[in-house]
């Protein structure tokens, strides 16, 4: 009797009641695994169970409307074919099995993302939803870091490592690369007192934490970002920003001063000790590889890479992958995959700044799509000599490409033109 009245109570609640409370547990769901994207270890099955409700409440909420629909973003057309050539691309793997299980693991996952983030997430106010957990978890993150800096490292001034989550500090570079310009666009907008502060302190947190990893290149495409957002938002703020690194340069530890010097030394780049020191070879063994494997690659996962350019005795090549994202795109998918992927994510720079122009310049939207774009921008030159596209940077790359179609999809007429619907 009792699970009777439960079922009748269920189907007596308003369907638009159901409706909005799905979409609150989506919203809730999504913002879970965004907070965990930063912490690698022991958290698969907090980020499976997140989707996996996600996925739930979606198709409950589909019921509920007694139709299926989904927005076809202006990105339809360059996932689809990017995945069916990564897809495509197995065929000629060194390795199907692990081509496969990176396939689940980033390329499907990427897509479901995207797609419930455009799909459930209407407007402005659920973006600051997702971005304020994205901010606590950046927070998080580099206040541990931090802490287990000061406690364990022999000097002030050595290079931060992760003992308690991963020693790759290049993983973690690429995550503050969209970080940090998307945080200073939050204070900008946050009329709050209290975000406001919070915001504050996570981004102090947040530059000093890669300040002490010393990752250069971060330093320069996230200083980049942030003058970008300061010259069109606060041209006061620019100015000072301009002087920041002469005086981080003049209070910078010893051993910290020896390795940034190396930044502007550009006749040692080619050397083995130099800034680019082994990447020179390694950007060979990928452009070798592309040759002999021009259409579809090695197929996807970034260790076909290192197994393949063993075979290259005339080169020294340490590395697993292309260090150079590009490079590796083409190594994994080809020059067709390369084609897909430039495509694509022209297409976000295309449509993300073509609705930016389209807002009032002190619009709260087009303050954070500015912020947003500025980060990709930065993640997409650090590109130029790192491999982003797997781990951290990847899912923050795809959760913040699905919040700028969110906002430019959401509470339009011309999205709900281009729905598929699906009785």
């Not at 495509?88 to 996952?109: A, E």
């Not at 994994?332 to 807002?359: P, Q």
């Not at 947003?372 to 940077?393: M, T």
């Amino acid at each position: 009797m009792e699970k009777k009245k439960v079922i009748t109570h269920l189907f007596s609640v308003d369907r638009t009641r159901l409706n909005l409370w799905c979409k609150m547990g989506i919203l809730f769901s999504l913002a879970i695994y965004i907070s965990q994207i930063p912490f690698p270890k022991d958290n698969a099955s907090v980020k499976s169970l997140s989707l996996a409700v996600v996925a739930v409440l979606w198709i409950t909420r589909l019921i509920l409307e007694r139709r299926f629909t989904f927005v076809r973003t202006r990105l339809w057309w360059p996932i689809i074919i990017l995945t069916l050539i990564t897809l495509i691309s197995v065929i000629g793997s060194i390795d199907v099995d692990y081509s496969l299980r990176n396939i689940k693991k980033y390329t499907f996952i990427s897509v479901f993302l995207f797609l419930a983030i455009v799909n459930n997430v209407r407007d402005l106010k659920d973006v600051k939803i997702l971005l304020l957990a994205l901010m606590i978890s950046a927070g998080v993150f580099s206040l541990l870091a931090l802490i287990d800096y000061s406690l364990f490292e022999p000097s002030f001034g050595s290079r931060l490592s992760f003992r308690y989550l991963d020693k790759n500090l290049g993983r973690f570079s690429v995550f503050y690369d969209i970080v940090i310009p998307i945080n200073l666009a939050l204070i900008f907008i946050t009329k709050d007192k209290i975000k406001r502060v919070l915001f504050g302190l996570v981004f102090l947190l947040s530059i000093k934490t890669i300040f002490f990893m010393q990752m250069r290149a971060s330093y320069l495409v996230i200083f980049l970002s942030l003058l970008a957002i300061t010259f069109v938002y606060r041209k006061k703020l620019f100015v000072f920003l301009l002087i920041i690194p002469l005086l981080v340069a003049i209070m910078m530890p010893t051993n910290m001063v020896t390795r940034a010097r190396e930044m502007f030394k550009f006749g040692d780049y080619m050397k083995s000790d130099g800034v680019l020191n082994y990447r020179i070879d390694t950007w060979k063994g990928a452009v070798r590889i592309i040759k002999e494997n021009p259409a579809l690659g090695l197929g996807v996962g970034k260790s076909n890479f290192g197994k393949t350019v063993k075979k290259f005795n005339d080169l020294n090549i340490p590395y697993d992958h292309a260090h150079n994202v590009y490079l590796q795109i083409a190594v994994e998918l080809g020059l067709f995959g390369l084609a897909a992927f430039l495509w694509l994510f022209g297409s976000v720079f295309y449509h993300g700044l073509k609705h930016y122009l389209s807002l009032p310049r002190n619009d709260e939207k087009a303050i954070i799509i500015f912020g947003i774009l500025c980060s990709i921008g930065g993640l997409f030159l650090h590109g130029l000599i790192a491999y982003f596209y797997k781990h951290e940077g990847f899912y923050t790359l795809w959760v913040t490409v699905a919040m700028i179609f969110a906002l430019i999809e959401g509470n339009s007429e011309k999205s709900l033109s281009k729905r598929t619907c699906v009785e």
